[in-house]
Structure formats: C-alpha cells, structure tokens
C-alpha cells in the first residue's frame, strides 16, 4: 500500500495487520501480537494519528505493473474510485463467473425441512429491519423458532409481529446520523475531522458482539434457552460469517441491494471519476475497491473479535475483504427483478427474489384529521426521508414548503428522525407522523412519492404504481433513484446538497407527468407478481445443507449431535430417547456442525476465487494470469464440506487395524509420528504412504534376511512368509493412513477452537439437551418405539459391517498361521528324510 509521505513519519504506528499484504500465505499471528496502536477501544490516538487514520480509513492507493488504483470517501459521502490501467486489458467475458456446486444441498427434497433456529441479524434503519420481519413471519408460519437479533429501538416492532427480539446494541438513529457521512459505515473525511471514528468504533463492536451472543443466549424475555442452527443476515452485521465458520452452520446473506461484484454495473457505494479501463471489469473491480475501504475501517475489530472471542485465525487484506466472496456464501436479494434484473454472472448461489412486503394497512386506522385533508382536494405528494437524520432540519423544510408552493400541489410530510425545525406550516401542508407506507399509497391517496430513497420506501411506492422523486443522502439510495430513472418511472435523483426548491419544483412536475405515471404502474403490475416473501423462504431453503442437517433416525428433525460410536447424526429428541433406553451416555455425543468454512478453498483457476482475485491479477499484471480473464476453465467452484468426526474415527480404527496386525506374525511396526494440526497431519499422512509402501516391498527381502539371522534357513522360509503378508496389509494401511491422518489434523485444527468449554459452548450443550427433554414429553410411545426400531437396524448394519471387517482381519490372520504351519511342517524331521550332502564324485 502507498501512503502518503507527507503525513507518515517515524511516530505512527505501523501499519496494521489486517492491511498487510502478504504474498507467500495469507496466515499471521494472533491479534494480540500485531494490534498495538490500534486499540479499538482507544477514545483518542497518539500524536500523528489524526493523518494516518485519514489514510487508512479514508484512502486507499495502489500502483503496480498493470494497474493503478485509487479508492477515497469524499466529503458527500460517496466512494470515488479512479482505475489507470499501464498495459491492454481485456474485458472480463460473459461466461468469466461460474456456477457453484453447493455442499449437501437437496435439489430434490428442499422442500422437507425440519424444523429449525433460526437468528435474523440486522443492522440499519427501520426500512432495514421491516422486510426481514416479513421473511421471519413466514419462516414462523413454517414452524420454526426465528429469532431477530437488532437494535433495542425495534424490539417491540418485532415482538408485536409475534418473533422473539435479542439486542445486540447500537442506537440507529446515531447509526444513520453517521452514516449521511460515511456510507457503509467507512469513516468518511468530517468524521475524522470531529473524532466520531472512536465511539462508532465502540457500537461496530458492540454490535459484533451482541451478534455473537445472538446465537447462543437464552431468551431475554422468557429465559427459554438458545442454540442458532442457521443464520440469516445483511452484510453490516459484520460478525455473520465469523459466526458461522465458528459454530459450524449455514449462513444465508441477504440485502436490499447489489452488494457481489458484476460487470453488470458498479457497486452502489461507488461513483467511478475515471477509468480507462473497459466498462465490465471496472464496474467488477468496484466492489473489489468499496471492500478493501471497508476493510480499512473495521479489519481490527473483526480480527479482534475472531481471534479473542471466537478463536479464528485472523485474516489479512488479501483473504478478508473478499472473504465472503471467496467462500461463495449464498445470497439472496430482497429487490425486484422489474426494477434490477439478474446480472448474467450472479450465478445459482444467488437469488433475486422481489420485495420483501410486511402487509401493516390492516391494522391501521387513519385520523380523522388526515381523512378531512385528503379528501379537501387532488391527491396529494408524500415527502419522507425516514430515519435519515439532517443536519438542518429548518433549511430542508423550507425548501420542501417552497418546492411544493411552486409546483401548485399540496403535500403530506412526514418528519422522520430528521425533524421540521419548529417552522410554521403553511395550508397546503399536512405533517405525518407514523403510519404505514402500504395504506398512504394504496388507491389515489397520493400522487407521487418523494424521498429519501430507501429500499423499503421505494418498493412500498412502486409496488403501489406510484413515480417516485428520489433525494439521496447516503448508501444505496443514489443507487435507487438511478434504477427508478432508468425505468422511466421518475426523474434523475437529486442529491441532498444540490437540492434546492427550483430543481426539487422540477422533479414533481416530471413524476406528476403522464410518461411517469405510465412507467411506474408498468412497474407495479410486474412487482404484484413477484411474491417476494415466499419466494425468499425457498431460496432460503434450496440453500441449506439439508442431507447434512436432517436427523439419521428422523429426518424431519434437525440434527444438533453426533454419535461418534455408529456415525450418526441425532436430533436432541433420537438423542434423548437413546439415552432414556440405555443405548449412549450424553456425554460421548458431540455438537454436530453440519457445516464447515475453509479459508484456503483452492480454485481451479484464479478468476474463480472473488473480485479480490481479478483486482490483484490486474493490479500485478501476470501476463500468463491475465490469460484467464478471456479463458476461464469450465467447471463447478466447490463450496466447503462437512466431514463428520466419527467418519475420521471409523477410519483410523480401521487403519490402526491394518497398521498393526503384522505385530501378530512377528513383524515390527513403525511408530506413527504425532497430529495436532492439519500440516502434522499431512505430513505424517504423506509418511505413512510411503513407508507403507516401501515396508512392503522391502519386506520380501529384509524379512527372510532377519528370519536366516535368527533361525538360519528356517528362518528365510518364515520372513518369505511375513514379507508376502506385508506385501498386501502394509500397502493397505498405507493408504488409509493417507486418508486418516490429513483428516484427523484437520478435525483437530477444528476442534481445537472448540476444546474449551467457552460460555458459547456450555449455553448450547445445555439448549440441545433440554430441547431433547421437552421433545419427549409431547411425543407418543409409539413414536419413541419406532425410533429404537430404526436404531436396531442401524446397530445390526454396523455389527454385520463389523463382522466382515472382523472376518477379512481373521482370514488374513489364519493365512499367516497356515503358512506358518506349512512351512515349520516342511522342515519338520519326521517328515523330511536325513539330507544328502553332494561328494566329489558327484560334484565332478
């Protein structure tokens, strides 16, 4: 990275790990040896840091062989990125992204889910939270315990929908006011200036935290305990995936706007001030961009917590920005396809769903002071910029009273956190307070939409067939009233500082026009058809690792345990019910984790991995990498898999087995190193392959050869014997061992996270088990019955498994002793005449 030499000198700190660019392995220590300076928890900065803080939050700079970049948050707000591309590039192909092949999914049976825990993690407004209250009411209705993990403002918004509230900190009203400032929550310029960065740094890590804690507490309300099985989230709930790669299950990402790289268009936090590069791969390598200044602000915070909370290796530049990129995590877009079609290179693991609509007009019950005014006169234009807050309030109302006196319509207003600035309301003003968005613009109550343009508001307004006048202030709203221009459906967004009453004048009388109003009921008739809710359960559902979730003995409850002893995935109610019949002790169970996040999933190529890829690849300029950008390899990314730790057990037994049995015909065997990584367990896997080969093919000569030392020629005859044997059981657990010891180092860099019992793990041992309780107090006899039926067969397959092994182990056995028999048999002096010894005669 290249920093400015003006502000830099020998006082700063260095720079941070988490910016580091590493070029061999993207691993480093833990965070508490890299950290010094860059205490989150710091309420000031020592001397200097006022100018490298605005370097490394605000700016980002690279120059290479192939490419210069430069990344910045203006004083609007907005990302500018500018790309200098030094040598000919070509654009990335149509066919350069390609499809996933998703772990354990079930193309087929997705539909057969059992029932889950799930937590919905959300950080934003209330635009932010009400779609995702409409998601969790469906999931509810489906039957399964949907917890929404927010802010403490929201909770009775969710618990009135009848869906179980967690806070996890953060207050959105001071979470917007930051955010006119610095989208995404990248420190921006004046936040620098005015210290906010500090105390936004304390909330981004109490909200962390309190998405972690949302996995696993119990109930504020009720106390009823908690164990997540999947998880649901927007991307600035920043603890998401960490949480998943921690607890081992599926993570579903959704937004309410385009957040994974396409050529399609840029990222909708990105203005792009110059660029001579073609337009696909500019627009791909503006996401690429927007999360490395992302990763600027709050890479610390997110190592900080995976390594002191969670205990995962923390990541670097090269693997954290991308990070949910590289995994290829599924998503799923609350947005309509009308308004934002499907790029070509979102591929299977992302959806677009449509609008996510929670149905709040049926409760509602207007004024009758609101009546009297809609009814005085020709509909009215709705003005609301929602939770925005603004900086003043006062010049924003006069504007809007003005713009609306020159455009001769009356208006209703709503406040919003952004106040009116305590001015006088002239007649053709009505001010709102809250009230649901799909009651005021249902019908002819409102002419035209005028707003903030949030995704709640403007898919509340459009699905209704209302043009819309969008005013930017933040995120993705310039995003917004770009894609309502380009539908024809309003005017060209106006942002909040170019806004004045001659040009927001302009702007009703263009959504007033009939061309507009065309446009926009085109628009709601395709919307109508969309159902938007039900189809995100479903992809929400086509998602999960559903063959690795469902119970062994019940598959219509989920499995939570895993029985090490017959490799069996367990629901807590199969558990309980085995334990209640004698069957297992709880104590040998495991906590299952159906699935599993590997930070160094290889790709067959490198354009395959994330937009991080294709930025360094260019950046660099490897003129044989470049190659891939027009020629991608065809084929399928593989996702991570789940390999059950009983699976590892059954193959190092058998491989023990194998190992050892030629100690019972006299052999010595080799003593197997020790693993307690996945490294050791490569390399002692490795070993075990070539030695067991070696062993055996040696074998027929070093065996006779310390037979004749010991017992001369009776001796050789019993070496042949014992090489022939390891000629074919030392090759064989060679091979498992192969197998055997890479898995058992990579369970056990796994496990080792998880060998403590953390406050996490015992509040989630203890909700397994006491869900297992209360499942077999509603349950009938019968169906406990059946359930042991099914483990009796299970037992019968493994002990006929076990008696074949058995019997192939004691044939090998019996075939070493026969062989042994005949030979000692052959040399016995009863059955073998006195030798003859050759005279000379003979020899001549």
Known sequence: MILDTSIVNKDLPPIPAHMQELTDEDDFPLFDDHGRGWDSSLETYPRGARAIQHNSFAHYTKAGRGLESNACIKRDGSISISLKVKKRLPDLPSDHAKGVHEFAVDKDGWKNVPKLNIVIMIVGSRGDVQPYVALGKKLREDGHRVRIATHQTFSSFVEDHGLEFFDIGGDPKELMSYMVKNPGLIPGVESLINGDIPRKRRMLNEMIDGCWHSCYSPCPTTGRSFAVDAIISNPPAFAHVHCAEALGIPLQLSFTMPWSPTTAFHHPLVSIQESNAKRGITNYLSYALADILTWHG??????????????LKPLALYSGPSYVDTLKVP?????????????????????????????LATSYTPPDDLLAFLGAGEPPVYIGFGSVVVDDAAAMTMTIF?????????????????????????????LLGNIPHDWLFDGDRVAAVIHHGGAG????????????????FFGDQPFWGNMIHRAGAGPAPIPRKKLNADNLCDAIKFALSPKAKAAAAKMAARIKNEDGVNKGVESFYKHLPLK??????????AAVWWFPKYSLKLSGFAAQVLADAGELEMQTLKLHRPKEYSTKRTVTDPITGSAMSVFWIVTHFSGGLVKTLTSPKDGLIETTTAIPRGIVRTISSIQKGFHNLPELYGCEVRQEGQVYDFLSGLREG?????YGCYDGVAGLVIEPWKGAQKEGLVGIMKGSARGCANLTICPVAAALGAVKHPMKGAIKSIQSCFDEEQESTSYRLAARVWDGLLATEVVSASEKDALLRKFEKVKEDAEKGRNSFMKMVEMAISTVHSWRAEIEKSHSPDTHPPRKYPTRASLV
């Open 686 to 690: 490795s070993k075990s392959l070539c």
């Open 457 to 472: 508001t403007t898919s509340a307004g459009l699905a209704k067939g209302k043009p819309t006048v969008v005013v930017p």
């Open 548 to 557: 690795n979730m469902r119970c062994d003995l019940d598959p219509s409850r």
């Open 402 to 430: 003005e713009a609306t006196r020159k455009a001769g319509v009356r208006a209703l207003v709503s406040a919003g956190w952004g106040g009116l600035g305590g001015v006088t309301v002239p007649p053709h003003i009505f």
């Open 331 to 359: 998503w799923t877009y609350c947005m309509s396809p009308a308004l934002v079609p499907k790029p070509e290179d979102w591929k299977n693991h992302i959806d677009v769903v449509g609008f996510y609509f929670l149905d």
């Open 298 to 311: 709050i890479g610390d915070i997110v190592n900080k917590f995976r390594s002191r909370t969670v205990n």
